[in-house]
């Protein structure tokens, strides 16, 4: 399975865009990107994932990359709740969601 | 969605014992997983666990040490036998819904182990 990179923490305020990035650059042409994000004592938790194009939903965008070796993850307005590890997760698209997990961005929102 | 209860949420065990974790799911599914997160670290896969037939082990992991079952597409036990402090983790089932994109997990099992 391909490997990601990120960085070990990132700290942004309150109320402030944050862009948490992502390196994958041994990335396959089949595999999808997956953010998931896991707040103290639970389990992650689905955020977005994206194959090629930049992909919205209610909690965040993913900005990839065109050559796909790196991904960003946004946050729009950082809230305290959104304090987590998020990780950054290859999985081939004929795969299952057996998840190989990296070390993860530790994510400190001030307030 | 898929909503997963892990019993029990966190126990303290002795040294040479074994602990059964168990996950239930409120849907039937194909797959579901078992991880485990040792203390500060990320989270690594230990087995799928595969109904009707035996688990497939990651590697590292063996089915001595581990042993589940999977007797339907909603429930699930993961086994930690004859523990010993550095078992000391959290242990997590996840599912992966095929209705949906993604993959969803439990609330952890946190075992100490004395």
């Known amino acids: 399975d391909a490997k990601t990179t990120q960085p070990n923490s990132m700290e942004s305020n309150e109320e402030e865009p944050v862009h948490l990035p992502c390196n994958h650059s041994?990335?396959?042409?089949?595999?999808?990107i997956h953010w998931y994000r896991q707040l103290p004592s639970q389990g992650p938790e689905y955020v977005i994932h994206g194959l090629t194009s930049n992909v919205n939903n209610r909690m965040a965008s993913l900005a990839i990359a065109e050559d796909r070796k790196s991904s960003t993850l946004i946050l729009h307005r950082a809230t305290l709740r959104d304090a987590a590890v998020y990780y950054c997760?290859?999985?081939?698209?004929?795969?299952?969601?057996?998840?190989?997990f990296g070390t993860g961005t530790r994510l400190k929102v001030l307030a | 969605s898929a909503v997963i209860s892990q019993k029990p949420s966190r126990d303290i065990c002795q040294r040479g014992t074994s602990l059964t974790i168990q996950c239930q799911v409120d849907s039937q599914v194909t797959m579901m997983f078992w991880y485990r997160q040792q203390p500060g670290q990320s989270l690594t896969l230990i087995a799928t666990a595969n109904q009707g037939s035996e688990a497939t082990y990651e590697s590292g992991f063996v089915i001595d040490k581990f042993p589940i079952s999977r007797p339907n597409l909603t429930f699930s036990t993961l086994t930690v036998s004859n523990m010993s402090p550095e078992d000391s983790s959290i242990y997590l089932c996840s599912v992966e819904d095929m209705a949906a994109t993604e993959a969803f997990f439990g609330q952890g099992t946190r075992l100490t182990v004395v």
């Open positions: 997760i290859l999985s081939p698209l004929s795969g299952t969601y057996k998840y190989i």
């Open positions: 041994t990335i396959s042409g089949t595999d999808y």
